[in-house]
């Protein structure tokens, strides 16, 4: 009878654990990039870059990327999807005159603490995209690649508004 008991109560402890709802860490990656929502800008001489972030669901980032010159004319503009799909982390963005409108998937290649780079090396320019959180108010932003045959990098450190 005791065995009985003792099978019984593993068998209910193995159920129980197998069923134990694990989504909260289903989407851990995405959640690291949490605190990019809010809406983020930097000034230039010749204009403003501005990037609004959203969650859409707990799977789902979505942005808005737009470059504007003397505050009447966008010279640049994409919207972006950051998604977790598995395993995966992916930055999605849609350029608009670039590409056929067509989105374009760059892959989490690294995720250090703040730091997160994004990679497609067949795009043709840029090749990796990277976001890193300086502090609770400063986010720096590069692209980078080979264009025309170059290395090129773009840098911009953006503050949250």
């Given at each position: 009878?005791?065995?009985?008991?003792?099978?019984?109560?593993?068998?209910?402890?193995?159920?129980?654990?197998?069923?134990?709802?694990?989504?909260?860490?289903?989407?851990?990656?995405?959640q690291?990039?949490e605190?990019?929502?809010?809406?983020?800008?930097?000034?230039?001489?010749?204009?403003i870059?501005?990037?609004?972030?959203?969650?859409?669901?707990?799977?789902?980032y979505?942005?808005?990327?737009?470059?504007?010159?003397?505050?009447?004319?966008?010279?640049?503009?994409?919207t972006?999807?950051?998604s977790?799909?598995?395993d995966?982390?992916l930055?999605?963005?849609t350029?608009?005159?670039?590409?056929?409108?067509?989105?374009?998937?760059?892959?989490?290649?690294?995720?250090a603490?703040?730091?997160?780079?994004?990679?497609?090396?067949?795009h043709?320019?840029?090749?990796?995209?990277?976001?890193?959180?300086?502090?609770?108010?400063?986010?720096?932003?590069?692209?980078?690649?080979?264009?025309q045959?170059?290395?090129?990098q773009?840098?911009?450190?953006?503050?949250?508004k």
């Amino acid at each position: 009878m005791k065995s009985k008991i003792i099978i019984l109560l593993s068998t209910a402890s193995i159920f129980l654990l197998s069923c134990q709802n694990k989504s909260g860490n289903k989407f851990n990656k995405l959640q690291k990039m949490e605190w990019l929502v809010g809406e983020w800008e930097q000034k230039l001489p010749n204009g403003i870059i501005t990037e609004i972030w959203k969650k859409e669901n707990d799977s789902t980032y979505s942005g808005k990327s737009f470059f504007v010159k003397e505050e009447e004319d966008t010279i640049h503009s994409e919207t972006i999807v950051l998604s977790q799909r598995k395993d995966k982390l992916l930055y999605i963005p849609t350029v608009n005159g670039q590409n056929n409108d067509e989105p374009v998937t760059f892959t989490m290649s690294s995720d250090a603490e703040d730091n997160f780079t994004f990679e497609n090396p067949t795009h043709d320019y840029p090749q990796k995209i990277s976001y890193k959180k300086s502090n609770a108010t400063t986010l720096m932003t590069s692209i980078s690649g080979i264009q025309q045959g170059k290395l090129s990098q773009e840098n911009y450190s953006l503050t949250k508004k």
